[in-house]
Every structure is written in structure tokens, then in C-alpha cells.
């Protein structure tokens, strides 16, 4: 992960100073493996304290994976294609879209059905099958201001009369789910009818979000606020058991073998596996593990079988060339590496009224920022930003940061700010401001903490850590109490728009816009780009639109993270993808 902070987003959130690597996305206390019999063979991984397994919550990647695994959507990324693209999971193929791109019609898979669960109380117990009604329902949920999802983001100001229904959704009576919506419909029941209000080409990467994912409507009535720890999908899997901060088990889904399901890897997989029927492993053991040394002790005792590479472990794991060491190798252990669609970045938070009208003491801080120092602190395994859009995707900025690393120019921002010398007027003592950071047990993340620090003393402003839980953490940030914090943004889908919505003034807090920033020029020249193809002229505009925000500094950018993992051989079909839930089925693993 990365050291400050964790995992979220929806798309995604990750811990802000740990490198963004979703295998070690953990709080918490790690406990010992546990033995396993050899006839069932078991995925162990690492993950964080989970919020729940409710689709409308999953904001971080540890939720993602976990939800990936329960639930699905019409579409799914194809997973060894690069670049990456997505097809039919329960579609029974791609949408139809009208000429005018306003129309989009999605023929759903016939006989599938959800998992058993008490809920179903009118078939004793027995799943029923899914519907298209049930996407409708489902995406009005995400609408709904009760349910407080933070993905509406995805469909705001898209769907002809969605935003209607939600400011419907605001009255203290109970939400009508029966109300029509002009621009979700299900003609029958496999097909689904979805109008929007103008051209939307990220549409197809949104129906293979979390947030697009199917939930029955019988168990949201049944389990009611339950219903979040009470997850009952179509996934691949089930959960057979969890300890909230401890350990989560899932299980294969009996009801894919049992409607006869025919869900397999592809035939021209590059794997032995090809053709063969999903999921491959029947069982998967995550274990919450708070300190990456422990982690990689576990790992290297066989009660791991992937780990990310945390710096404290660096050197004896990977050589001065970004290599695994060759006594790891020898002992059949395989190493991972490639860059990642994440931004880690220290947020100020707009609403506050020290960092938040002060656009010359962001400025200030942005240039005391040491991204020399950092790149080693991090061992290399970060690539420098020049925007908030990574590197290889189109519309990424290429030229130098207007605020980088420059103490002397740092010093004088500071000063017209109105704190020379970092001296607060009001209080007559140095400027001290607060760094939420949402992995307290995690000592990568307080020693990132540490390192950040040491920038800001330079100039002579004390940043002082204050460490929370990951769900406390993202409750302060969601609250707009947060004065300054750190996170990864993990992409939700290869497209610029992903990273810009990060900064437009319609997704500020409880959305994806977690820093609260407000900028016209920049709301006019997101509006624009959103509603384009891929073209030069959308390029152009992504990069303008970025040069608003780093003029204006609600962010000082820290890393585009590197992946590092190192697994055991017995994990085969493995390829690391940068948008991983519902991938496990993929993998198999050997006793």
C-alpha cells in the first residue's frame, strides 16, 4: 500500500504513505495461520478492516475486493487482456448503444441466480433468480441520499431522471423505489433500458464498478441496516465467516455448480487452466496483518501466499536492480512489479479555514515538499507526478510541476502567505497543522509521517500526525473534518475523467472529491471533457484542467506507486490488475 494512508476510492482509497499494492492493505493485529486440511485448498491473503460487503460502500480497495468476490455486474474487465477492456459477465452481451450514444439496451444471462439466504423466505431459503429489475433497483440505491453511498459521483447529471429520484430520496419518508425513472427501465426481465442525458463513454467501465453491481431487494428489506455484514450476490463466492479486525473466510458459491453455471476460464488463456470451470480455488482465508514485517514472516512460514514488498523488508527481498534476490527464487518464490493507476497524494482540506483560503501557504508547502527525498524514503518504488492523471494514459500531463521541490521559493510563499519564518501572527508561535493518517499500527506510516515532517520543519511549520483507525480515518475525511491527510487514489478505470472527478465541485465530501476543492474555470473545462471521446481536443482539455488545479494546489503530489509482490509458485494464473475485484476466480492454487 502506501505509507500515510490506505486503501479507498470508489473508486478507491488507499492508505496515503504506504505504497498502493491491494495484497497489503491492512490495519489491525496479524494473527497466526491457521492450519488448514490439505483436500481443501486455500487462497491466504492479507486485507484491512473491512467496513462491510455492501456494493453502495465500497470506497476502498480492501471493500472492493471483498465485494468483487460476493457480488457482480453486467460487465467485467477481461482479465489478461492489455490494454484493458471489458466484456459480458451477467450481460449476455455487450449493449446495444443508439446512434446518438443516449440509448443503451443490455440483455441480461438467463438462470442466473443469487445465493441461498433466509431472505428468499418466499422460496424457503432458495436463491432466486436475477432480473433486470434488480440493476434498477440497485442503482437506485446508489442514488439514494439515505443510503449515503459515495459512488453517486458515477452517475450524476448521466441518467434521465435519476437525479430527480434522489432529491425525492431527500424527504424523512421512506424512499420510494417503486418511483419511476425515466431513464432506468427493465423491459422485461433480462433486459435493461438505460437513458442518459447526454454522450457518456465511460459508461462501459462504470458497469463494471462495484457501484453497478446487483444487490436483491429482498435482502436490503430483510437485514436492513444489517444488510452490510449480511451479503447476498451472484459472486463467485460466499462468505463463510468473519472477525471484524481478525480474519475473513469465503467459500466457492455452491449456486455456479448447482443452476449449472458455466463461467470459465477462457479457452485461449495463456494457462493450463484455459477452459477449465470457475472459480479454480475453493477457498480464500484474508487475514488483517497491521505490520508489513509480520506479513513477510508469515508469508516466507507458507501462511501467506502473496505479500506486497514493504520497505522495511526491501533489501532483503529485491536487489539494487529491482530484482528479486536470488535465494528467494531458488526457494520458488516469484516477484511482481509494474507501475500502477494510483495517485498518492497529502490533501488540504478546502474547508478549513487555515489551508482552505490560502492558496499561497499551499503553494508554500507544495514547494517544501522534498520528492528527491521521498523517492528514497520509498526506495525507488514510486514514479515522480507531473499531474493527477498517472503516466500512460491519455491526457497525462508531461511538463514539470508549476510547485516543485524549491525551499528558497518555498520560504517566500510562505512569508506573503503570512507566516514568515513559519511564525503564526494570530498565536505568535511556529504554524502547526494536523496530518490525519488512517493506519495507526502501521509503522511504514508513521515513519512517512516522520519524513514529511522533516519538509515542512525546514520552513519552519510543524506538521503534527494524528493517527486513527482506517474506519475512523475515512469517517473524518467523509466529515470534512480533516485538516490535512493523506491517501492513494486507486484508479476505477483507465481514463483521465477518473482522476480529474477528484477535484470537481459536485464530488466534494462524502464523494470522491475528498479535499473540497472548488474552481469554476475548472468545473467548466471538466464539463466539457467529460462528454468527449478520445481524442486530441479531450486531451488537450484534461491537461488544462489540470494545470488549474496545480496552480491552485489543493493537493501536494507525492507518488505514482510502483506495485512490488512477491507469491509462492503454488499461486498460478496470477497477473496483477489494476482493478482486481472479482479476479480471484482466475487463480488457482495448489495444496
Not at 438462470?111 to 431459503?125: E, H, L, M, Q
Not at 437525479?163 to 432506468?184: H, I, K, M, Q, W
Not at 436490503?220 to 472477525?243: D, I, Q
Not at 484508479?491 to 477528484?502: E, S, T
Amino acid at each position: 500500500m502506501n505509507p500515510f494512508g490506505s486503501n479507498v476510492s470508489p473508486r478507491r482509497l488507499c492508505a496515503g504513505f504506504l505504497l498502493a499494492a491491494w495484497t497489503l492493505a491492512s490495519a489491525g493485529c496479524g494473527p497466526a495461520p491457521e492450519a488448514v486440511p490439505d483436500a481443501v485448498p486455500t487462497l491466504r491473503l492479507t486485507t484491512a478492516r473491512l467496513r462491510g460487503f455492501d456494493p453502495a460502500h465500497a470506497a476502498d480497495e480492501a471493500s472492493l475486493i471483498a465485494v468483487g468476490r460476493l457480488y457482480e455486474g453486467l460487465l467485467q474487465y477481461a482479465y489478461w487482456d492489455r490494454p484493458y477492456r471489458v466484456e459480458p459477465l451477467l450481460a449476455a452481451a455487450m449493449p446495444e448503444v443508439s446512434p446518438d450514444g443516449l440509448v443503451w439496451r443490455i440483455r441480461l444471462r438467463p438462470g442466473i441466480r443469487f445465493s441461498d439466504d433466509p431472505c428468499f423466505a418466499a422460496a424457503g431459503g432458495r436463491g432466486r433468480e436475477l432480473v433486470a429489475q434488480d440493476f434498477v433497483y440497485s442503482i437506485l440505491r446508489i442514488a439514494d441520499v439515505k443510503v449515503g453511498s459515495g459512488g453517486y459521483w458515477v452517475y450524476r447529471g448521466k441518467i434521465e431522471g435519476l437525479d430527480e429520484f434522489r432529491e425525492a430520496s431527500r424527504s424523512p419518508e421512506p424512499t420510494d423505489y417503486d418511483r419511476p425513472v425515466a431513464g432506468l427501465r427493465a423491459l422485461g426481465p433480462h433486459e435493461l433500458e438505460i437513458r442518459l442525458t447526454q454522450p457518456y463513454p465511460q459508461l462501459p467501465w462504470v458497469l463494471a464498478m462495484p457501484y453497478a453491481f446487483a444487490v436483491p431487494r429482498e435482502a436490503v428489506e430483510f437485514y436492513g441496516a444489517g444488510f452490510v455484514n449480511h451479503p447476498v450476490g451472484t459472486g463467485p463466492y460466499v462468505l463463510a465467516s468473519a472477525r471484524q479486525n481478525y480474519r475473513y473466510e469465503y467459500r466457492a458459491n455452491p449456486q455456479w455448480r448447482a443452476t449449472g453455471r458455466t463461467d470459465a476460464m477462457p479457452a485461449d488463456a495463456p494457462t493450463p487452466d484455459a477452459g477449465k470451470p470457475l472459480p479454480l480455488t475453493p477457498r480464500i482465508v484474508d487475514s488483517v496483518v497491521g505490520d508489513p514485517s509480520t506479513a513477510w514472516l508469515m508469508f516466507m512460514a507458507g501462511g501467506l501466499d502473496m505479500v506486497a514488498v514493504g520497505r522495511e523488508d526491501w533489501d532483503s527481498i529485491i536487489t539494487p536492480a529491482k530484482e528479486l534476490r536470488p535465494e528467494l527464487a531458488a526457494r520458488g518464490i516469484a516477484l511482481s512489479k509494474s507501475p500502477q493507476l494510483n495517485v498518492t497524494y497529502l490533501a488540504f482540506n478546502m474547508d478549513d479555514p487555515v489551508v482552505g483560503p490560502n492558496k499561497k501557504l499551499r503553494q508554500a508547502l507544495s514547494c517544501a515538499f522534498d520528492a528527491a527525498a521521498w523517492m528514497e524514503f520509498q526506495n525507488g518504488r514510486i514514479v515522480a507526478p507531473r499531474g493527477p492523471v498517472p503516466p500512460g494514459v491519455a491526457g497525462a500531463r508531461e511538463a514539470e510541476l508549476p510547485y516543485g521541490y524549491d525551499l528558497e521559493r518555498a520560504r517566500r510563499l510562505l512569508a506573503e502567505a503570512g507566516y514568515p519564518g513559519g511564525q503564526d501572527p494570530a498565536t505568535g508561535r511556529r504554524l502547526k497543522l494536523t496530518l490525519e493518517l488512517g493506519q495507526a499500527d502501521n509503522p511504514e506510516a508513521r515513519q512517512g509521517a516522520e519524513v514529511v515532517a522533516s519538509f515542512f520543519e525546514r520552513i519552519g511549520v510543524v506538521l503534527e500526525p494524528s493517527y486513527n483507525n482506517w474506519p475512523a480515518f475515512l469517517k473524518k475525511i467523509e466529515q470534512r473534518q480533516a485538516q490535512t491527510f493523506t491517501v492513494t487514489w486507486v484508479g476505477d478505470y483507465p481514463d483521465a475523467q477518473n482522476f480529474l472527478q477528484l477535484f470537481a465541485s459536485e464530488n466534494a465530501s462524502p464523494g470522491p472529491n475528498r479535499c473540497n476543492y472548488r474552481s469554476a474555470e475548472f468545473d467548466r473545462l471538466y464539463r466539457e471533457l467529460i462528454a468527449l471521446p478520445e481524442s486530441p481536443e479531450r486531451e488537450a482539455l484534461c491537461r488544462a484542467a489540470a494545470d488549474v488545479v496545480l496552480e491552485d494546489c489543493p493537493w501536494i503530489l507525492m507518488a505514482h506507486p510502483m506495485a512490488f509482490s512477491v507469491r509462492h509458485d503454488r499461486l498460478r494464473n496470477y497477473r496483477r490488475h489494476d482493478f482486481p475485484w472479482g479476479m480471484e476466480k482466475y487463480w488457482r492454487i495448489e495444496p
